[in-house]
Nanobody, 115 residues
Framework: QVQLVESGGGLVQPGGSLRLSCAAS????????MQWYRQSPGKQRALVAI???????NYIDSVKGRFTISRDSAKNSWYLQMNSLKPEDTAVYYC?????????WGQGTQVTVSS
């Protein structure tokens, strides 16, 4: 059973930066996609960024140019570098892994962007 542990959330001022980390334990297929989602109160969980094992990355339009997803396969980890943060980025952020036709989720980490 794969377990995902994420960290890096916190309170940051508008324009600031945070780096979220997600680490997976257990065996992971070399064919996979790693994702970051976020969820604000009263809204559905929304996809933010995807990194595929083929090297493709994609982002929602609202974070393009500000967020970067990356991975370190040797560490079974992936990251979300968030720059130029805006109040509307405030949400609980969840990492996820899709592998072997299954999706696994991290526990969530709160990101609050406020002055």
């Amino acid at each position: 059973q794969v377990q995902l542990v994420e960290s890096g959330g916190g309170l940051v001022q508008p324009g600031g930066s945070l780096r979220l980390s997600c680490a997976a334990s257990g065996s992971i297929s070399s064919i996979n996609t790693m994702q970051w989602y976020r969820q604000s109160p009263g809204k559905q969980r929304a996809l933010v960024a995807i990194s595929s094992s083929t090297g493709i990355t994609n982002y929602i339009d609202s974070v393009k140019g500000r967020f970067t997803i990356s991975r370190d396969s040797a560490k079974n980890s992936w990251y979300l570098q968030m720059n130029s943060l805006k109040p509307e980025d405030t949400a609980v952020y969840y990492c996820s892994l899709v592998s072997d036709s299954q999706i696994c989720w991290g526990q969530g980490t709160q990101v609050t962007v406020s002055s």
